[in-house]
């Protein structure tokens, strides 16, 4: 079974869109970490958000926003009024220590913002 | 500025070479990985080093090498064991195992 499994491979929207990238993961431990990366085209992988198993407040940071839900074991990630910047390559990610406290990478979902 | 760098850019291989990727990082991070990605696919750990002088094999460890003889630095080695080398790596760093990870620009090697 996929530790962590983003189910939208690409997305195409049009500017000013808002668009919600989906993260759902598999973990036994009851402490786990979540984050989410942006893939640029020039490929460094950039930090955008860490959050912690106990803490399930959602998160806005400008147009970005994300959505806790540890019923459903998902941690999806919405941006408000894309921009054609928007486009890249986005990562979910899980650290427990089921899985030796390293990084479990989704397989990334590409997001296509079109002007 | 701080932050972790990665050379070359691009790098080529040939059949029955090792080559090395440099990875350096001045944010005084205990931890660095290797990461590997292939087209369409999440990243896969290769080596990940948790001090000085000590280092444990990732998911797919087979036909790399790597060392840690200075905290700053995280050499990775493709040695010609690798039949399938082409793909683009990536190295992180982070405090401590637990704690977020920050990566470079990463390095494309392909095989000629």
């Known amino acids: 079974a996929q530790k962590v499994t983003q189910a939208q491979t690409e997305i195409s929207v049009v500017e000013k869109e808002d668009v919600t990238l989906d993260c759902v993961y598999e973990t036994r431990d009851t402490t786990y970490y979540l984050f989410w990366y942006k893939q640029p085209p020039s490929g460094e992988l950039v930090f955008l958000i860490r959050r912690n198993s106990f803490d399930e407040q959602n998160e806005i940071s400008g147009r970005y926003s994300w959505n806790f839900q540890k019923s459903t074991s998902s941690f999806n990630f919405t941006i408000t009024a894309s921009q054609v910047v928007d486009s890249a390559v986005y990562f979910c990610?899980?650290?427990?220590?089921?899985?030796?406290?390293?990084?479990?990478f989704g397989a990334g979902t590409i997001l296509r913002v079109k002007s | 500025d701080g932050g972790i760098t990665q050379s070359p850019k691009y790098l080529f291989r040939k059949e029955g070479q090792n080559v090395t990727l440099s990875c350096e990082q001045n944010l005084n991070h205990d931890a660095m990985y290797w990461y590997r990605q292939d087209p369409g696919q999440g990243l896969r750990l290769i080596y990940y080093?948790?001090?000085?002088?000590?280092?444990q094999k990732g998911d797919i460890a087979e036909g790399y090498s790597v060392s840690r003889e200075k905290k700053e630095s995280f050499p990775l080695t493709v040695t010609s064991a690798q039949k399938n080398p082409t793909a683009f790596y990536l190295c992180?760093?982070?405090?401590?195992?637990?704690?977020?990870?920050?990566f470079g620009p990463g390095t494309r090697l392909l095989v000629l």
């Open positions: 080093s948790q001090i000085v002088n000590d280092f």
């Open positions: 992180a760093s982070s405090t401590w195992t637990e704690e977020t990870q920050y």
């Open positions: 990610a899980l650290s427990a220590a089921e899985y030796g406290n390293k990084l479990v």
